[in-house]
Nanobody, 125 residues
Framework: QVQLVESGGGLVQAGGSLRLSCEAS????????MGWFRQVPGKEREFVTA????????YYAESVKGRFTISGDNAKNAVYLQMHSLKPEDTAVYYC??????????????????WGQGTQVTVSS
């Protein structure tokens, strides 16, 4: 059994920073990329950012470009999300995910096999 465990969420004032972590445990597996998604109650879960291990290519949603940075450790199946200049609209539950598809579109949720349980990020105005 594979588990992705997120940590680092919390409450922060607008303009502040947070760092989310996600690490895999349990059965070993090979991922080809990992990503972060977020969801607000009543809305669809949306793509935030992802990293492809082969080459280190990163992808960002327009709304977070320049403010969020993804990094990770392929060997550990771990991924991190550094968030700066946070805005109230960044408030959501953040989920990490791992993709087992070598050349999959990492912005698409259906290409991810494993998901974390989510961590709440709340940005106050």
């Amino acid at each position: 059994q594979v588990q992705l465990v997120e940590s680092g969420g919390g409450l922060v004032q607008a303009g502040g920073s947070l760092r989310l972590s996600c690490e895999a445990s349990g059965r070993t597996f090979t991922s080809y990329g990992m990503g972060w998604f977020r969801q607000v109650p009543g809305k669809e879960r949306e793509f935030v950012t992802a990293i492809r291990w082969n080459g280190g290519t990163t992808y960002y949603a327009e709304s977070v470009k320049g403010r969020f940075t993804i990094s990770g450790d392929n060997a550990k199946n771990a991924v991190y999300l550094q968030m700066h200049s946070l805005k109230p609209e960044d408030t959501a539950v953040y989920y990490c995910a791992a993709s087992l598809i070598r050349f999959g579109n990492l912005m698409a949720q259906f290409n991810y096999a494993y998901w974390g349980q989510g961590t709440q990020v709340t940005v106050s105005s």
